[in-house]
């Protein structure tokens, strides 16, 4: 399979720890992108990668979130001092370079904050 | 400031009836238009794009859309549902030319094909 992966599927955390997600994009695809999505709504835009370089950030994206790209392949999400309001699914995406290509979206890591 | 409208939560249709899934977008720009297709537990699948051009595009699985710039929508449509159609339907649109490049999604509406 060479759509974009995501790793975990599935963490359930208590409140307060940090944890960190994992997504391989679509191997020829510069671009990626992190979103989340909670029940019943649509994914919100969480932050955008250009290779190695973030180039756009959300104000969802509060300071207790980060994300990398460390060598324009992989990425990484970590939240630190999880709250309950960050139960969601994240989801990744990525893209061809020109802004008119569709992104292509993992399966999403679901989160639970108990 | 970029949003996308789905004013129906959920789309009732009987197999083998045509199927209309409806948004409409508001944009300062030229938008770039995509819908896309939800499974349970699964991420989200690309259906089909509206770029420039011929206002009907077709897409993925027997779907198509229709621009209409003047009604600022682009209706999701097929002729013939499948049960196996059933899932969660957003429609997004990104602007042209901003240099930002997130899509804006609207809240989905659920479609369930009867047998």
């Known amino acids: 399979d060479t759509g974009v992966s995501q790793d975990p599927r599935h963490k359930i955390t208590k409140r307060g720890q940090n944890v960190t997600f994992r997504c391989d994009p679509i191997?020829?695809?510069?671009?990626l992108y992190w979103y989340r999505q909670t029940l019943g709504q649509g994914p919100e835009f969480l932050t955008y990668f250009q290779n190695e370089a973030q180039l756009e950030k959300s104000r969802l994206l509060s300071d207790r979130f980060s994300a990398e790209r460390p060598k324009g392949s992989f990425s990484t999400l970590e939240i630190q001092r999880t709250e309950q309001g960050d139960s969601a699914m994240y989801l990744c995406?990525?893209?061809?370079?020109?802004?008119?290509?569709?992104?292509?979206f993992g399966p999403g890591t679901r989160l639970t904050v108990t | 400031a970029q949003s996308v409208a789905q004013p129906e939560d959920q789309v009732n249709v009987a197999e083998g009836n045509p199927l209309t899934v409806k948004c409409t977008y508001s944009?300062?720009?030229?938008?770039?238009l995509f819908w896309y297709v939800q499974y349970p537990n699964r991420g989200l699948q690309f259906l089909l794009k509206?770029?420039?051009?011929?206002?009907l595009v077709k897409g993925s699985y027997g779907f198509e859309a229709e621009f209409n710039k003047s009604q600022t929508s682009f209706h999701l449509k097929k002729p013939s549902a499948l049960v196996s159609d059933s899932a969660l339907y957003f429609c997004?649109?990104?602007?042209?030319?901003?240099?930002?490049?997130?899509?804006?999604f609207g809240t989905g509406t659920r479609l369930l094909v009867s047998p």
């Open positions: 509206y770029i420039t051009g011929d206002n």
């Open positions: 997004a649109v990104r602007v042209m030319n901003t240099g930002f490049q997130k899509l804006v």
């Open positions: 191997s020829e695809h510069n671009r």
């Open positions: 995406a990525s893209s061809f370079e020109r802004e008119s290509y569709e992104q292509y």
């Open positions: 944009v300062s720009g030229n938008p770039y």
